[in-house]
């Protein structure tokens, strides 16, 4: 939209103008797609790690050990 009416501006002035804002808005628009990509980042973390940890949850781990020891004859 503002492209267009940059090329239809009357005056170099306005031209100029649009051309800035054109500018400014496409870094605004590069800024915003990084900061998309460093949240997604933290988001794909963030999934790995609690991933992680409900398979820690999951191991079954089993121990023996002797509490006490029974003995007993049969008369």
């Known amino acids: 939209m ?6 239809r501006a009357i005056s170099l002035e306005e031209q100029n103008d649009l051309n800035k804002k054109i ?3 496409e870094r605004l ?8 990509f ?3 980042d933290e988001v794909k973390q963030k ?3 609690l991933i992680e940890a ?3 949850r999951m191991e079954h781990k089993t121990n023996l050990e ?3 020891i029974i003995d007993f004859e049969v008369k």
């Open 2 to 7: 503002l492209e267009r009416q940059a090329r």
């Open 23 to 25: 500018k400014e808005l």
């Open 29 to 36: 628009k590069r800024k915003q797609r990084r900061d998309i």
């Open 38 to 40: 460093d949240i997604e």
């Open 47 to 49: 999934r790995e790690e």
């Open 54 to 56: 409900l398979e820690k």
């Open 66 to 68: 002797t509490l006490f």
